[in-house]
């Protein structure tokens, strides 16, 4: 008999993760495939405010029904401390004595085994199996690794996996944004909503800042959050300056990013389901649109009003014929104190004696730059330089 191992906190399961159950199915010729969720993960920490782990076992459950070589086993819920996967593959092959045991792991679990707690009795047991997506160099560090524990006695397999490219923490995002549905497997969307988890029942229209804060941070990557908090401190220096409305000012400058974390394909995910209709440059550069879903976030997520909706949504490349507040959050978002490239401080005092020569000398360092890159310029980008111009 072949068993699989697929373990993880499942924070929660999504169709990424059974695709690759599947495809490890195939690929090995398993017999049985047993998804066990974590207590306690040794190598990540769990976010607050995540379901119970009795709610991840039932999430899994949920998505596994109809799958008929896949079992959910709760055998690491019930161990007390940290789930450590060694103790897993030997209480399983007590169990099973004579099965070939495959341990499915991604890319950086394998590339970090050696840190694991107790590697070598795992490999005792078991098959490493990894799940790889063949992405630029990655196939090489792989090949080299199994190449090394080989000739140590380890067993390796591969699995080119060419699964859905969503991991939980980005789906967390999703649900909060309503727009999850489909990396979510049957009847788990459901459970979520009934259970009001992850954010799938939180109201967080006409927050005041200090409640609207700590909600922003949570969903923004950790890297990102000094330059918003900048930006909201900017945007209010600037708006007291300039006599615009300051409490706009601030919501429009910790919201701007708030869709930022979302990759390329993620956000066109949630144009397609916000029913927003994109031009081919939105198509051409997903990237960018980040400045877009942010203000489709704010608006309907977070209940804002059309002023803060209109300053977030042309924050990156500007429009042609701009407001006071649109102005103030496309040039404190270039000028916050984070920032620091040739030109800034030159930037940062024309936005206290001209705030439009500012948001000028911001589209045409842009448009140096991108032509720099060999990059396109965003035809909105060239709308507000002619109008600036004309």
């Known amino acids: 008999m072949k068993i699989g191992i697929y373990g993880g906190t499942f924070n929660p399961i999504h169709t990424g993760h059974m695709h690759a159950a599947v495809q490890a199915i195939d690929t090995l010729g398993l017999d049985k495939l047993l998804m066990i969720p974590d207590r306690i993960a040794p190598h990540k920490q769990i976010p607050s405010g995540s379901p119970s782990p009795e709610q ?3 999430m899994l459950r949920i998505a596994v029904e109809g799958y008929e070589k896949i079992q959910v086993s709760d055998m690491e819920l019930k161990r007390e401390g940290k789930s450590y996967t060694y103790l897993t593959v030997e209480a399983l092959r007590e169990e099973y004595p004579d099965a070939e045991i495959f341990l499915l792991m991604g890319t950086d679990m394998f590339l970090s085994f050696h840190t694991w707690m107790n590697p070598d ?5 078991a098959t490493l199996a990894v799940m790889y997506r063949g992405e630029k160099g990655e196939e090489a560090k792989i090949e080299a690794r199994k190449q090394e524990m080989e000739a140590a006695g380890v067993k390796v397999a591969l699995i080119k996996n060419d699964t859905i490219n969503i991991s939980s923490t980005q789906l967390r995002r999703l649900i909060a944004f309503r727009c999850a549905g489909e990396f979510l497997p049957a009847g788990v969307g459901d459970y979520i ?6 954010d799938s029942a939180a109201d967080w229209r006409d927050l005041p ?11 923004l990557n950790p890297n990102r959050v000094a330059h918003v908090l900048g930006c909201r401190d900017t945007a209010v220096e600037l708006a007291k300056h300039w006599g615009a409305e300051v409490d706009d000012a601030a919501r429009a400058g910790i919201l701007h990013d708030i869709t930022k974390a979302l990759d390329g394909p993620l956000q066109l995910t949630l144009c397609r389901e916000y029913g927003t209709i994109l031009d081919g440059f939105g198509y051409k550069y997903p990237k960018t649109l980040h400045a877009l879903t942010g203000s489709l976030v704010a ?5 804002e009003d059309e002023a803060v909706v209109s300053a977030i949504c042309h924050h990156t490349t500007g429009k042609a014929d701009m407001t006071l507040l649109e102005k103030i959050i496309y040039v404190a978002d270039y000028m916050e104190p984070c920032r620091n490239f040739p030109g800034v401080e030159e930037l940062r005092a024309l936005a206290f004696s001209d705030i439009t020569a500012a948001l000028k000398l911001g ?11 060999g990059d396109e ?5 060239q709308a507000a330089l002619e109008f600036l111009n004309s």
């Open 377 to 381: 310029v965003s035809p909105a980008s």
């Open 56 to 58: 991840r076992l039932e």
């Open 209 to 219: 800042m200090e409640a609207l804060e700590p909600i922003v941070i949570r969903l």
């Open 363 to 373: 589209l045409e360092m842009t448009l140096r730059h991108l032509a720099n890159l």
């Open 299 to 303: 608006e309907r997520i977070f209940g």
């Open 121 to 125: 009795r795992i490999t005792a047991q």
């Open 193 to 198: 909503r009934e259970k009001g988890l992850y």
